[in-house]
């Protein structure tokens, strides 16, 4: 069956980094666009960064871009998401989504990870 696994969160305070990896399985992985979306308490779930399914083409929320890094490796069926200069307003459980569009309209999300900034 389909599984997006994440790992990588915890607590880092102010400044630091953290590296998210979503191990996929059950699917095709190389032909899904994968994406990283966060929700914080009492927020709606919001897209953080997206890479395309031959990994050439990445886009960035606003508040995101020149401090995270989205990437894939199709031989391992995992993406990443690199976190740099983290904020508190980072703080959020961050999921992994995978998709394909029109006409399969496939969707699979993660179960989360917590990630807390903090000092």
């Known amino acids: 069956q389909v599984q997006l696994v994440e790992s990588g969160g915890g607590l880092v305070q102010p400044g630091g980094s953290l590296r998210l990896s979503c191990a996929a399985s059950?699917?095709?992985?190389?032909?899904?666009?994968m994406s990283w979306y966060r929700q914080a308490p009492g927020k709606e779930r919001e897209l953080v960064a997206v890479?395309?399914?031959?990994?050439?083409?990445?886009n960035y929320a606003d508040s995101v871009k020149g401090r995270f890094t989205i990437s894939r490796d199709n031989a391992k069926n995992t993406v990443y998401l690199q976190m740099n200069s983290l904020k508190p307003g980072d703080t959020a459980v961050y999921y992994c989504?995978?998709?394909?569009?029109?006409?399969?309209?496939?969707?699979?999300w993660g179960q989360g990870t917590q990630v807390t900034v903090s000092s």
């Open positions: 059950g699917f095709t992985f190389s032909i899904y666009a």
């Open positions: 989504n995978a998709r394909r569009g029109s006409p399969w309209n496939l969707d699979y």
């Open positions: 890479v395309a399914s031959a990994g050439g083409s990445t």
